[in-house]
T-cell receptor, first 119, second 116 residues
Framework: GAVVSQHPSRVICKSGTSVKIECRSL??????MFWYRQFPKQSLMLMAT?????????EQGVEKDKFLINHASLTLSTLTVTSAHPEDSSFYIC???????????????FGPGTRLTVL | AQKVTQAQTEISVVEKEDVTLDCVYE???????LFWYKQPPSGELVFLIR??????QNEISGRYSWNFQKSTSSFNFTITASQVVDSAVYFC?????????????FGAGTRLFVKA
C-alpha cells in the first residue's frame, strides 16, 4: 500500500531554534497533506491542511507564523517550527491524501510521526 | 461542526475477554467516512477499518468486528478473545466535508490494557 515517510523521526533542539520536519509520499502524488499534533496521552489535533502549490489552511488557534508549512511538490510537505519553545514539544504526524487511490476522498495515509523535544 | 466522542478513557481486561470500544459521532453531512486506528507505544497509527456513511453493513475481520448504526450515530469496535498485543490506544475518526474541504477529526482515544 501507499507509504508516507517523515524525517526526522526524533529531534531534540534548544529553545529558540527552528526545526524542519519533512513529510513525503513515497509511491503516490499527494495534492493534499495534513499536519497533526499530538500531546502526550491526548488525541491528534489537526493543525493545518497543505495543498500543493498554494498556501496552507490553518486551524483555529494555530499560529501560521510559528508553524510554517510548505508544500512545494506533489510528494513533499514540510513543517517548520520556528523559534521553538518547550511547549512546542509534541508528536507531529503528517498524512497524505491519494486522489487516485480508488477510494475517493477519504483515503489518508499517515506518516510514522516525529517526536520533537525542545529543551 | 464535526465531533467524535470516545467516552471510555481507559479499559482494562484480562486476556481472552471480549471488549467493546464505543464511538459516537456528530456531523451534518450525509456523506462521511468513519475510521478506527490503533496506536501502539511506538506512536505510528495503524489503520484498522474505514466505513462509508452509505454502507451500514457490519464487518468482521478475524477477532475484530465493527457495528455501525446510523440511527444512533455510533461506530463501535469489538475485539474478541483479546490478547496482550492488543494493548494500545484506539482512535475513532470521522472524515467529513467542512468549508475548504474534507477534514478528519479524531476522538480522544481509548487506552486498552490487556493483562495476561
Amino acid at each position: 500500500g501507499a507509504v508516507v515517510s517523515q524525517h526526522p523521526s526524533r529531534v531534540i533542539c534548544k529553545s529558540g531554534t527552528s526545526v524542519k520536519i519533512e513529510c513525503r509520499s513515497l509511491d503516490f502524488q499527494a495534492t493534499t497533506m495534513f499536519w497533526y499534533r499530538q500531546f502526550p496521552k491526548q488525541s491528534l489535533m489537526l493543525m493545518a491542511t497543505s495543498n500543493e502549490g498554494s498556501k496552507a489552511t490553518y486551524e483555529q488557534g494555530v499560529e501560521k507564523d510559528k508553524f510554517l508549512i510548505n508544500h512545494a511538490s506533489l510528494t513533499l510537505s514540510t513543517l517548520t517550527v520556528t523559534s521553538a519553545h518547550p511547549e512546542d514539544s509534541s508528536f507531529y504526524i503528517c498524512s497524505a491524501r491519494d486522489p487516485f487511490s480508488g477510494r475517493r476522498t477519504d483515503t489518508q495515509y499517515f506518516g510514522p510521526g516525529t517526536r520533537l523535544t525542545v529543551l | 461542526a464535526q465531533k467524535v466522542t470516545q467516552a471510555q478513557t481507559e479499559i482494562s481486561v484480562v486476556e481472552k475477554e471480549d471488549v467493546t470500544l464505543d464511538c459516537v459521532y456528530e456531523t451534518r453531512d450525509t456523506t462521511y467516512y468513519l475510521f478506527w486506528y490503533k496506536q501502539p507505544p511506538s506512536g505510528e497509527l495503524v489503520f484498522l477499518i474505514r466505513r462509508n456513511s452509505f454502507d451500514e453493513q457490519n464487518e468482521i475481520s478475524g477477532r475484530y468486528s465493527w457495528n455501525f448504526q446510523k440511527s444512533t450515530s455510533s461506530f463501535n469496535f469489538t475485539i474478541t478473545a483479546s490478547q496482550v498485543v492488543d494493548s494500545a490506544v484506539y482512535f475513532c475518526a470521522l472524515t467529513a466535508f467542512e468549508t475548504g474541504g474534507f477534514k478528519t477529526i479524531f476522538g480522544a482515544g481509548t487506552r486498552l490494557f490487556v493483562k495476561a
